[in-house]
């Protein structure tokens, strides 16, 4: 009889445990929840930082404003190199305005996790929308940091290799990487700066380790006379005009929404090379700036975007699949969502950090000649 009680006590625990480890807690929360929604519109607003694009603030304010009319988000569209200037620039200084920054994972690991200018953001996951996770792959979230509390990683896709102008090159052209050496694309390139956080050195660390490429390809490719820039808009410009058709690395962001419009440009099919390429992020990850100042509202703005409403919306917007699994996919362009069965590498952990550092360090030695 001891033993049936004891068996009984054992299963209601074990039921108890998977119900809060897939985040069906407590109702016992919304008691705190309605707390943090009060103190929340106290605070008024939240400063959110992203990437530049013109559906971007509405994809990221519009739902969370109708939801929560009393407060304000303020929406600034920075490149990786604007976004990181300014936040060292106000953290040396002891001003503390922005609250969240939606970023890639070379930014997040190699340069603001080292500044300590973020926190932990799991502390800020307590709504409704976020403690469960059972809709999201493999029903948890996936952090880029090995510690699992930095950087919140939202969505992953396979990365196109370039931004061409359909005008100028066929697909059929470029079967391989090695062909964009070819006397043909001599001057004909152009490619975001591989040495800082962007598009252009996630895939240069793909090509630094990648065993039928590595070092003779880099060193090969930066000799055929590239175009370097930090001006994504000027390199899709460059690649309209016919200037250089092939741009390496700028915004895909950008770049679809170029395409929407119907300017002459489209992205590479990465099936098309046989070296194939890697999933990434893009700019699909979330940080929380250090002493951030409206942390009701950030604990409000997380459980809006990570809900299945505020993911399509994001979806929608950049054009890239979430990692929550109840987010409509049929406006994703097909070849950007990963393939069951396809080993690509996936560059949103943190052992990619040595990776990224050993792929600069060469490519640096590289450019300068």
Known sequence: MVMRKLSLVNAVIGVILLALAHGFAVSAATGDWDQIIAAAKREGKIALIGPPGAEVPAA????????????QAEFSG??????????????????????????????????????????????????????????WKGEKFIFSDDAGTYNLVFTAYVNPPFTYNPNLLSPGEITSWTDLLKPKWKGRISSRDPTVAGGA????????????????????????????????RQMLDWAIKGKQPIAI?????????????????????PDQLRESTYTTPGNGTLVVIRNTPHPNVTKLFLDYFLSREGQTAWSKASGFPSLRQDVPRDHVVP???????????????????????ETVNFLKTVIAR
Do not use: C
């Not at 990221?60 to 009319?69: D, E, I, V």
């Not at 070849?335 to 550092?357: A, C, D, H, N, T």
């Open 60 to 71: 990221l304010t519009h739902g969370f404003q109708k939801k929560y009319p009393e407060i």
């Open 78 to 135: 920075l490149t990786t190199q604007q976004a990181t200037t300014r936040l060292r620039t106000e953290l040396a200084a002891g001003v503390y305005q922005a609250d969240i920054f939606i970023t890639g994972t070379t930014t997040a690991l190699d340069i603001l996790l080292p500044a300590k200018a973020i926190v932990p953001i799991k502390p800020f996951l307590v709504g409704p929308n976020v403690v469960d996770t059972s809709k």
């Open 201 to 232: 050195l996630s895939l240069a660390v793909f090509w630094y380790s990648h065993e039928g490429l590595g070092k003779d390809f880099i060193q090969k490719f930066f000799a055929h006379d590239i175009v370097i820039s930090r001006d994504d």
């Open 249 to 269: 690395g700028p915004s895909e962001t950008l770049g679809n929404e170029m395409i929407a419009k119907g300017l002459p440009l489209k992205q590479m099919d």
């Open 335 to 357: 070849m950007l969502i990963p393939k069951e069965g396809v080993r690509y590498q996936e560059q949103y952990s943190e052992r990619f950090v040595e990776i990224r550092r």
